[in-house]
C-alpha cells in the first residue's frame, strides 16, 4: 500500500543540514555528496536566478520528489506548509541548505538582488509528482491526525 505523504509530513521533518566548508585563501568549497549529506540519490539539480523584486517561485508540493534548497547566491525565505502547520525558513549561507520533505507546500519568496537558488532533487521531472493547487494540497492533508 502507498503511502499519501500528504497525509503524513510534518514541517519537523524538514531540516537545515550544513555542509563542510573548505576554506581556501583564494575562496571556499562545499561538496554535496548523496552518500554522505543527503538521504536521497541526486536525480536532478536545477537553479533559479534573476527573479525580479517581489516575485514567489515554487507554490507546490509533490507526491514523492524530495528536495535540497541552497542559497547559492544571496539570500530568500521558504514558507513550508504542512497543511496544518507552517514555518518560516530563512537561507542566506552558501553551506547550509534546507531538505524538504515530500507532501511539503513550499513558496519561496524575498529574494535579494541577485539571488541563486540551487536545488538537488531525489527525483527526474515528472509533472505527475506536483501539487500545484492549494485547494488540492489542502484536500490531501485534510485527514492528517493533527496533534494539538
Known amino acids: 500500500m502507498e503511502i499519501n505523504s500528504h497525509n503524513t509530513s510534518h514541517v519537523d521533518a524538514c ?4 555542509l ?7 575562496g571556499n568549497l562545499s561538496v554535496v555528496e548523496s552518500f ?3 538521504p536521497f540519490e541526486l536525480r536532478r539539480i536545477y537553479y533559479l536566478y534573476d527573479i525580479p523584486g517581489g516575485e514567489e517561485r515554487g507554490g507546490h508540493s509533490h507526491h514523492s520528489c524530495e528536495e535540497f534548497i ?3 547566491s544571496g539570500s ?3 514558507i513550508l506548509d504542512d497543511g496544518h502547520e507552517r514555518r518560516i525558513v530563512s537561507l542566506n549561507r552558501s553551506n547550509v541548505g534546507l531538505l524538504v520533505r515530500p507532501g511539503i507546500w513550499r513558496v519561496l ?3 535579494s538582488s ?3 537558488c540551487l536545488v538537488i532533487a531525489s527525483e ?6 506536483y501539487v500545484r493547487s492549494y485547494k488540492e494540497f489542502k484536500q490531501l492533508t485534510s485527514s492528517k491526525i493533527h496533534e494539538a
Open 15 to 18: 531540516k537545515l543540514i550544513t
Open 20 to 26: 563542510v566548508k573548505h576554506h581556501h585563501e583564494n
Open 36 to 38: 554522505n549529506e543527503l
Open 70 to 72: 541552497i542559497a547559492a
Open 76 to 78: 530568500f525565505d521558504i
Open 109 to 111: 519568496n524575498n529574494f
Open 114 to 116: 541577485g539571488a541563486v
Open 124 to 129: 527526474e521531472f515528472d509533472e505527475a509528482d
